[in-house]
């Protein structure tokens, strides 16, 4: 069973298309989707549309929840918020709803789906520690968990005597009696000072159990210049070339 994983679009188009031409090389049997089809970019609609087409699991984000009204904008920065707002008004009042019904946290027989943290996995909290992840480990049963919303790409491990460190692989084979976080990272915004979009594939069989980080180049420059055109901030179009 192939699976690819993938999180943290955030209305960029180019960089979903990037990935759909991934998706086709790579013929996984299951998509998930981990939360922030929209925010930042300029083609929400464009882009929850082609996620609902494509994932077999869609999980929402905060920004798909502040865009359905259904989180304060309260702790966004001012360029996050300035950008949501205008995300409010191109989505549609069916688009919205969409979004509302979307689920923030899928425990499935072996594996955990969540956008933030599955300790309080609607309070946002961020998993960038091995203390962060040690508090996290308790919150679910099945040995992984794969996460985004940082947009950095990260492993996290623990075994059983409870200690807690992260791996600097960006391929591991899963080992029993070892539990793991991963974090997919970003298609559309990274923040790991690697602008490429990233994906994970997780492939399970009889004899093992692989993860592995891929990154993928697309046109960055397009999707700078629509983001200037819509009049969204200049900022979230220059992170872009940085991944910050
Ligand atoms: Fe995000």
Request: aromatic share 10%; hydrophobic share 40%.
């Amino acid at each position: 069973m192939k699976h690819l994983i993938f999180s943290d679009v955030h209305g960029n188009l180019e960089a979903l298309e990037a990935l759909l031409v991934q998706i086709q090389k790579e013929r996984p049997d299951r998509i998930f989707f981990l939360g922030d089809a929209v925010g930042y970019g300029a083609n929400p609609s464009e882009c929850l549309h082609q996620i609902a087409e494509i994932a077999d699991l869609v999980l929402a984000g905060n920004h798909d929840y502040a865009a359905a009204g259904l989180t304060s904008l309260e702790f966004f920065n001012p360029l996050a918020r300035q950008a949501m707002l205008w995300t409010q008004s191109e989505l549609l009042p069916d688009e919205k709803l969409y979004l509302a019904s979307l689920p923030v946290i899928i425990h499935l027989p072996h594996l955990c789906l969540v956008h933030s943290s599955p300790r309080e996995p609607k309070k946002w909290h961020y998993i960038l520690t091995e203390q962060d992840a040690a508090e996290n480990f308790p919150f679910f049963t099945s040995p992984i968990c794969f996460i985004g919303h940082s947009h950095r790409v990260q492993i996290m491990l623990t075994d059983r005597a409870g200690n807690c460190w992260q791996s600097l692989d960006q391929s591991i084979l899963l080992e029993e009696g070892y539990r793991y976080i991963i974090n997919v990272g970003s298609v559309g915004q990274p923040r790991d000072y690697d602008p490429r979009g990233a994906y994970c594939i997780y492939e399970e069989n009889s004899h093992k159990k692989r993860i592995q980080i891929y990154r993928f180049e697309y046109n960055i420059s397009k999707t700078q210049h629509k983001i200037i055109q819509a009049g969204l901030p200049y900022p979230l179009a220059e992170r872009l070339s940085f991944g910050i």
